[in-house]
């Protein structure tokens, strides 16, 4: 029953989660209006620019960059080898393996490998910085361990507590095409899955969303044509409040008084 | 050769007591916010920030997606000067994130000391009005930041939110109040901008025996001029300089006793005063039926 659960009925359901709290916070976002230009200068003027610079934002962190050279290391290591590790973990929901997949298995091993070092070196710099261990929260630490354990599970996972790699693949294929199985017992693989349903489920609550956010920044994903109008769309008119000493009635009549010629 | 600027270790506190001084009833009156603190304040605040929260994609945005990953930590000059935690620019969004995320977020709602939220009490409000006017929109933080998360947009939704429910400060409030009066921060009423053209103009015949004009409500001339008001009153010699400027090129100039002054005080308060503030340079320059403006600050 239990197996039940957390094998057949867990995976769908923390992966609607996922994807439901992705859609729902671009919902959110997507609705609220963006009243201002203020995108960050020097901006691209095009649109294509955009693209690039938003490409760019996501795959090196640029502004990471200009300001703190190890934060910077620690996380574009992280986040390259996670790409890696994700693209080879494809191997186990397709069949058959395409030729990528196929030619990044090595490296996308390493990767596994290597991933928890820059994790480690994040989760470091939150105790021993003072300012940073000031800002960090409970969901700080947390992401970080969850992590931290699904990567070193998933390392033990393929190097000293191996489990039967044909029936793994059976029930990755069996999840992919809605017919689920119930996989082999094995307690390191079954953690491992585990503790992603957990992340999976977490995601779209947590600061993770921080992946799909970057692309609605409206100070990244502006451009800078300032020469073109921008209209706010929620704009209103404004008054004066007849408590004010001068208000624009009195101007005008002082104006119209000059003009005519008598006044002065 | 660049020298790194230090950074000063954290001291809690350290800028909690250098606070503005409140706003006063007859500056809010005449700029269309409660006179006073309003008695059911927490709403009045909490029902801004839903509004504040539903128009600006940035504050929701930038709400949501922080990571603390410390890298605008200190980038701030207000940190860096006082070394007070509150004053790096994450931990001055978390002011108001707590807030956020207690009224408006499922995990704060549910289960709120481990999500870091706080609902709105009297200290939180202190701590607002404290470091929420020891940012001054620079948007240097917004420059490092890997999601471009802009404190400025914060502060200015925090001030919104504050202005509301009739928090302001003095300096602020003061300077919008005497805009409406007068046409600019300094207070300078037109009779006295009138004359102090007039003095320039003698003065100028005096000193370099030049006849320059320095019009003043001219309807029908070409560039409105919208200076920094300080420079009709204390550096005269830039006004001096935009004469001749003017006469060098030939271009027929005026200034507006309705709207000499370039900078907006409005930024600091709220959008419909920022847009009244604004908007007033869009009059002058409808009334005076000028082709350009010529704005300074």
Not at chain 1, 237 to 254: F, G, I, R, T
Not at chain 2, 14 to 40: F, G, N, T, Y
Not at chain 2, 166 to 174: D, L, N
Request: net charge positive; charged share 20%.
């Amino acid at each position: 029953m239990a197996e039940k659960f957390l094998f057949i009925v867990l995976p769908y359901l923390s992966t609607a989660i996922l994807l439901v709290g992705f859609l729902y916070r671009f919902w959110v976002w997507g609705r609220t209006p963006v009243p201002l230009r203020i995108v960050t200068t020097p901006a691209p003027a095009t649109r294509v620019g955009v693209l690039w610079r938003l490409i760019g934002d996501a795959l090196w962190f640029p502004s990471l960059f200009k300001g703190d050279k190890f934060l910077w290391a620690a996380g574009f290591a992280f986040h390259i080898l996670l790409w890696l590790v994700l693209l080879r973990h494809l191997r186990y929901f397709l069949y058959p393996i395409p030729g990528w997949v196929e030619g990044i298995q090595t490296l996308g091993l390493y990767a596994g490998y290597l991933i928890p070092i820059p994790l480690a070196l994040l989760f470091a710099r939150r105790l021993v910085d003072e300012k940073v261990l000031y800002i960090s929260i409970m969901g700080d630490f947390f992401s970080l361990l969850l992590l931290l354990s699904i990567t070193l599970s998933g390392t033990l996972l393929g190097v000293f507590f191996r489990t039967y790699l044909v029936e793994v693949k059976a029930y990755g294929l069996s999840l992919i095409r809605f017919q689920p199985v119930i996989p082999p017992s094995h307690w390191l693989f079954g953690l491992h899955f585990l503790l992603v349903m957990v992340l999976f489920i977490y995601f779209p609550f947590s600061k993770l969303m921080h992946s799909g956010g970057l692309f609605w920044s409206p100070t990244r994903n502006q451009r800078g044509n300032f020469e073109r109008r921008f209209v706010n769309p929620w704009d209103f008119p404004v008054a004066y409040n007849p408590q004010n000493l001068w208000p624009p009635e009195k101007y005008h009549q002082e104006l119209a008084q000059t003009k005519e010629g008598k006044k002065e | 050769m660049k020298v790194p600027l230090p950074i000063p270790s954290i001291r809690i506190g350290a800028s909690q007591q250098q606070r503005c001084h409140p706003c006063k009833e007859k500056d809010m009156v005449k700029i269309d916010l409660p006179k006073e603190r309003a008695k059911d304040w927490k709403e009045a605040m909490l029902r801004k920030m839903a509004e504040v929260l539903d128009k600006y994609r940035s504050v929701r945005l930038f709400m949501d997606i922080c990571v603390k990953c410390g890298a605008c930590a200190d980038k701030c000059q207000f940190f860096l000067g006082t070394g007070d935690p509150k004053n790096m620019p994450v931990a001055r969004a978390d002011l108001f994130r707590k807030v956020y995320k207690r009224y408006f977020t499922l995990g704060g709602k549910i289960w709120g000391r481990a999500n870091e939220a706080e609902g709105l009490s009297e200290s939180i409000l202190q701590d607002w009005y404290t470091y929420f006017y020891q940012c001054s929109e620079c948007r240097r933080c917004s420059v490092f930041c890997p999601y471009g998360i802009d404190t400025a947009e914060i502060t200015m939704a925090a001030r919104e939110v504050m202005a509301a429910a009739g928090i302001a400060t003095k300096y602020v409030t003061e300077v919008v109040a005497k805009v409406y009066d007068t046409g600019n921060n300094l207070g300078i009423w037109p009779p006295a901008w009138k004359d102090n053209c007039a003095f320039l103009e003698e003065d100028l015949k005096d000193t370099e025996g030049l006849d320059l004009k320095f019009p003043v409500d001219q309807v029908g001339a070409e560039v409105l001029l919208v200076p920094p008001s300080a420079d009709n009153f204390v550096n005269t010699n830039t006004m001096i300089g935009y004469a001749k400027m003017f006469h060098a090129a030939g271009i027929s100039w005026t200034t507006s006793t309705y709207c000499n002054e370039g900078g907006n005080f409005g930024l600091f308060l709220d959008y419909a005063n920022l847009k009244k503030v604004n908007n007033r340079v869009l009059e002058a320059a409808r009334d005076l039926k000028v082709k350009k403006v010529y704005w300074g600050e």
